[in-house]
């Protein structure tokens, strides 16, 4: 079936930077759409910045373009974050998702509703 794993979350300041990571189990990364989400308590889960895995698509959420980057290699799905704000507080979590339009082709969502895999998340403190 396959289990996706985060790590790499931590406590920085303000202005710092971290690398999520996430890996998977019982599977390789494939075609597939992957991403990063976030959930603060109160709000809804938030995509930050999908991936299709297996093509160029990117896609990012408006408050963190130009400051968090997606990628992926052999091993996990990585999220690069830099310039980190207190509003970046959150619990983070990789997905994975099989997503396509009527015309069969992959279509990858920032809509945390369409992903059916999901690791456990890795806590990210920003201080002020």
């Known amino acids: 079936q396959g289990q996706l794993a985060e790590s790499g979350g931590d406590s920085v300041q303000a202005g710092g930077a971290l690398r999520l990571s996430c890996t998977a189990s019982?599977?390789?990364?494939?075609?597939?759409?992957m991403g990063w989400f976030r959930q603060v308590p109160g709000k809804e889960r938030e995509g930050v910045a999908v991936?299709?895995?297996?093509?160029?698509y990117r896609d990012y959420s408006p408050a963190v373009q130009g400051r968090f980057t997606i990628s992926q290699d052999q091993k996990a799905l990585y999220l690069q974050m830099n310039s980190l704000k207190p509003e970046d507080t959150a619990m983070y979590f990789c997905?994975?998702?099989?997503?396509?339009?009527?015309?069969?082709?992959?279509?990858?969502?920032?809509?945390?509703?369409?992903?059916?895999?999901w690791g456990q998340g890795t806590q990210v403190a920003v201080l002020s």
């Open positions: 997905a994975a998702a099989r997503l396509f339009d009527t015309s069969g082709r992959v279509r990858c969502s920032r809509a945390a509703s369409l992903y059916r895999t």
């Open positions: 019982g599977y390789t990364f494939g075609p597939y759409c």
């Open positions: 991936a299709y895995v297996g093509g160029d």
